[in-house]
């Protein structure tokens, strides 16, 4: 097993057009249950941005059901970070060590402008105490429980 193999992958916004103004939905359960992992990291794509987004941040909280909060240096609305707008459409990495200091559950808020805006997002949970041993434990599952395929290049 390699170092890539001991992540877990979790897509939390599914390729989508995202309507005027509105929060995007997050793959059931709508957050991230971190514990086991000592780091995430956020791949979140764009295609088409019609008009600047309204909000693109990761929030916490200890509980599911709780009152989330932002997590600092991940508020894209805040200086030196920036919105992406319609003349930027490169991938955004956000990568969050959880140190100790984060809390257990996670999730990302992505808003629409005024316009609709294409976006899709991947969260890689890293460093766990247990390593993921197979696709299905690794998070390479579609939301119908179907395996999605995974390959591996010799090495």
Same mark, same amino acid.
């Given at each position: 097993m390699f170092p890539l193999q001991t992540e877990k992958c979790i897509q939390i916004v599914?390729?989508?057009?995202?309507?005027?103004?509105?929060?995007? #939905?997050?793959?059931s359960p709508?957050?991230?249950?971190?514990?086991?992992?000592?780091?995430?990291s956020y791949i979140v794509s764009f295609g088409v941005i019609?008009?600047?987004?309204?909000?693109?941040?990761? #929030?916490?909280?200890?509980? #599911?059901?709780?009152s989330?909060?932002?997590?600092?240096l991940t508020d894209f609305s805040v200086s030196p970070l920036t919105l992406p707008d319609e003349a930027d459409n490169t991938p955004l990495h956000i990568?969050?060590?959880m140190n100790g200091l984060r809390k257990r559950y996670q999730k990302i808020v992505?808003?629409?402008?005024?316009?609709?805006?294409?976006?899709?997002a991947i969260a890689l949970?890293?460093?766990?105490?247990?390593?993921?041993?197979?696709?299905? #434990?690794?998070?390479y599952t579609s939301s119908a429980g179907s395996v999605v395929q995974e390959a591996q290049a010799a090495g």
């Open positions: 599914p390729p989508v057009a995202d309507a005027s103004g509105t929060t995007l #939905t997050l793959v709508g957050y991230l249950d971190m514990a086991g992992f000592h780091s995430v019609a008009a600047p987004l309204a909000a693109l941040n990761v #929030t916490e909280c200890d509980t #599911t059901g709780g989330y909060t932002v997590i600092p990568l969050i060590p992505i808003t629409a402008g005024s316009g609709s805006t294409f976006v899709n949970l890293g460093n766990p105490d247990n390593a993921p041993y197979d696709s299905v #434990t690794r998070g």
